[in-house]
């Protein structure tokens, strides 16, 4: 199995960056992708970023797009999310879920856990 944990949110003024990691550990050579999610107060939980190991293509959310950078450092240990621009509504909580394909579907690792808190303050 695959355990994640996501570290580096908190409070920054709107129009700043912060830098969200996610450490993977475990069984992550199974990983193929992984995702950044966002949940904002009240709202549904939001793809907003995939990196794909295979080939490095990277995907975003039109909400983040230009704004956000996922990256990777080392052989999938970790994954950042580089958040700038930050706007108010990018307030909520962001985790990180890696996954491949199966022959059933897209498997998920990592939990719907506390995830990381991030406040933008006008």
């Known amino acids: 199995q695959v355990q994640l944990v996501e570290s580096g949110g908190g409070l920054v003024q709107a129009g700043g960056s912060l830098r969200l990691s996610c450490a993977a550990s475990g069984s992550i050579a199974i990983m193929e992708f992984m995702n950044w999610y966002h949940q904002a107060p009240g709202k549904q939980r939001e793809l907003i970023a995939t990196l794909n190991f295979n080939d490095g293509s990277t995907n975003y959310a039109d909400s983040v797009k230009g704004r956000f950078t996922i990256s990777r450092e080392g052989d999938k240990n970790t994954v950042y999310l580089e958040a700038g621009g930050l706007k108010l509504e990018d307030t909520g909580v962001y985790y990180c879920?890696?996954?491949?394909?199966?022959?059933?579907?897209?498997?998920?690792?990592?939990?719907w856990g506390q995830g990381i808190q991030v406040a933008v303050s006008a």
């Open positions: 879920r890696g996954g491949r394909a199966t022959e059933w579907g897209t498997q998920l690792f990592g939990s």
